[in-house]
């Protein structure tokens, strides 16, 4: 009997290149370029992990679960081993059998009709905002109209009371840069966040969850035995950290596409039902969680290479989301393209739970500003912050103005 | 290639075709049906691509995954027995002809 050949495909090519360095971080576009021209998978020696920003092996990466594991953490580090040794999240760094039960449960909980359910207050919240700040006509959009409504309508959602929130700002910005290396711009985020880490902890509690929101709902599923009871602080946890600089992130970035493409803002104008489809758009263009992290389980060929076992492969969302194999005139806003496939939210069986709380968070902004304002400009420049691999905006300074006025 | 026929919500017919082993959702995207979204992208995962099945082709159909049943449970219009993800139904050849109908509201 013949050993077993050591054939079959070279390894990828080698990317000598620090993604999480402050000059990819501030320009990820030119970032993603690179990544995708280096190959269909490349090595990152500086990391040691694998890379791709073409369409199709993100696509297929996050298909296959069996070969990219969620985990052993879908961050950079190795929840199993050297510096960053930790519990895997209970829904996001778990493979089946266990994902699909938890998942099961998470579904009924955060099912589209009871997201639907949320409309009406989300709406409402919004419209509230929007006409306190039209009148003041210049205002900026981050800080006064997106991150009070994310920390308003998300929290409430979940059934947290009203103490604290604005915590969950800089503990946002600490889950972007907690997937990427243990860098500086991580450890001055970890840092920040140290003295609220009590409070964060606190709010998972039975006992802190307001009546009818998801949070008791998945408190109550632990009495039934369809949750392990020590799974759910975890959760709900992972639901605070996923859903609010991501959500910010996203309605922010199509205030400012549609506030610096007033060609775009103008059909939306004259077609407001376009308002899902620009908030997609958005996503797709300025993707929030820009990276995430799988495991190879075994060694296999991938896209015409030999990958090795227990390596980490960034997936760059973003970069496939900018794929010009894929997406025609790929860097251009356009609210009427279709946006089917895009990879904002991921795609498989981890898909973003939360992907419909999203949306209709996009669309109460944008049917509130649709509502009360015919212009909406830029008011001087944006800023995005650094981060490992979010993108997110910080200050977004806009101008309003409606006809009646 | 099969051809597939959609009832859209105004109650306008269309009739294409298209390659066997695309998901209908796909189809009625690329054909801009009006009445399908699909906004979760094909993963079950929105139920934004619900339509009513054609008795005649709902036999032909394997039976719903769990990840689908839930979302159907969770539709915007009503669920029928005849109610389906438009994203988890390859077309084949023997689905030639399948007739679907878009409900009124799909979030």
Redesign the interface.
Known sequence: MAAPREVGAEAPPVLDIDPFSNEYLENPTRFHAVLRDAGRIVYVPKHEMYATGRYVEVQSSFSEWKNFSSAAGTSLCHVQKGLALRTPGPIVEVDPPDHTKMR?TL??IL????I?GWREQFEAEAERLVAALVPKSEFDAVAELVEPFILKVLPDAMGLDDEGREHLLPIGDLTGNALGPRNELFLESERRVAPLMAWFNSKFERAAMLPGGFGEKIWQASDTGEIEPEKVMPLIRTFLRGGTDTGISGISSMLWLLASNQDQWSLLKAEPKLA?QAF?EALRLETPAQSLFRTTRGSFEFAGYQLKDDVKVMCCLAAANRDPAKWADADKYDIKR?T????A?G??IH???G??VA?LEGEAILGALLRHTDVLEMNGQQTHKLSNTARRLVSLPLRVKSKAN | MPKIVFIELDGNRKEVTATSGTPLM?IA??NDINGI???????A????CHVYVDENYLGLLPAPE??EE??L????SERLPNSRLSCQILLTEELDGIVVTCPMTQ?
């Open positions: 099961t579904n009924r099912s589209p009709a009871v639907r899902r997609d279709s089917l496939g895009h990879v939210f795609t498989g898909v973003c739970i992907q419909m949306r | 796909n995207i690329e979204l699909g906004e979760c992208g094909g993963n995962a929105c139920a934004t769990p990840a839930q979302m449970e969770a539709t915007s979030n």
